[in-house]
Antibody
Framework: QVTLRESGPALVKPTQTLTLTCTFS??????????VSWIRQSPGKALEWLAR???????YFSTSLKTRVTISKDTSKNQVVLTVTNMDPVDTATYYC???????????????WGQGTLVTVSS | SYELTQPPSVSVSPGQTATIPCSGN??????ASWYLQKPGQSPVLVIY???QRPSGIPERFSGSNSGNTATLTISGTQATDEADYYC?????????FGGGTRLTVL
């Protein structure tokens, strides 16, 4: 059974750095063609992809956020960590992590999602 | 930057067929995925690789993709299918989501 769970602060101040942890079970990031992505959703808005880390430690980032976002994994703990620097009220959103499998042609999708964690940016 | 466009809303009567389009430049050259999201819940994958259904997704959900448009079709729509639907594709190693379509079953 695949599960993912996001954890981190519910409230951060403007200019602070946000650190979120995705703890997962039912799969391993040591397995070829498995990846984990972070996706967020501002209240009442559409989904927005932030970053992806692959089984081989390759990393990919949203063009608009790549200067502020980092992603890392700890395969021994089954965790993926996302950091977002210089947080602003517009970054208020529910942040999701999602398992991201890759097929033999190199295409990806998001098949299992965490419950999400709401992060509010306010002083 | 690459964009995916969806109509904000689609309405359908129970038992009828709902069609939700997603348009993007040469989208047919990429693979599209579809996700449904009910209020207060996480998104759920309903279609991947244009037309593949994950296990547990009813057969009434189907997908296609050609030219500039990917389409999610829900046959025999049920009240429980009322949700927001998002299309998604990858462009240059970046995931792009459409703006979402609210499906209303009335």
């Amino acid at each position: 059974q695949v599960t993912l769970r996001e954890s981190g602060p519910a409230l951060v101040k403007p200019t602070q750095t946000l650190t979120l942890t995705c703890t997962f079970s039912g799969f391993s990031l040591n397995t070829s063609n498995l990846c984990v992505s972070w996706i967020r959703q501002s209240p009442g808005k559409a989904l927005e992809w932030l970053a992806r880390i692959d089984w081989n430690d390759d990393k990919y980032f949203s063009t608009s956020l790549k200067t502020r976002v980092t992603i890392s994994k700890d395969t021994s703990k089954n965790q993926v960590v996302l950091t977002v620097t210089n947080m602003d009220p517009v970054d208020t959103a529910t942040y999701y992590c999602a398992r991201t499998p890759r097929d033999s042609s190199g295409w990806y999708w998001f098949d299992y999602w965490g419950q999400g964690t709401l992060v509010t940016v306010s002083s | 930057s690459y964009e995916l466009t969806q109509p904000p809303s689609v309405s359908v009567s129970p038992g009828q067929t709902a069609t939700i389009p997603c348009s993007g430049n040469k989208l047919g050259d990429k693979y599209a995925s579809w996700y449904l999201q009910k209020p207060g819940q996480s998104p759920v994958l309903v279609i991947y690789l244009d037309s593949q259904r994950p296990s547990g997704i009813p057969e009434r959900f189907s997908g296609s993709n050609s030219g500039n448009t990917a389409t999610l079709t829900i046959s025999g729509t049920q009240a429980t299918d009322e949700a927001d639907y998002y299309c998604q594709a990858w462009d240059r190693s970046t995931a792009i989501f459409g703006g979402g379509t609210r499906l209303t079953v009335l």
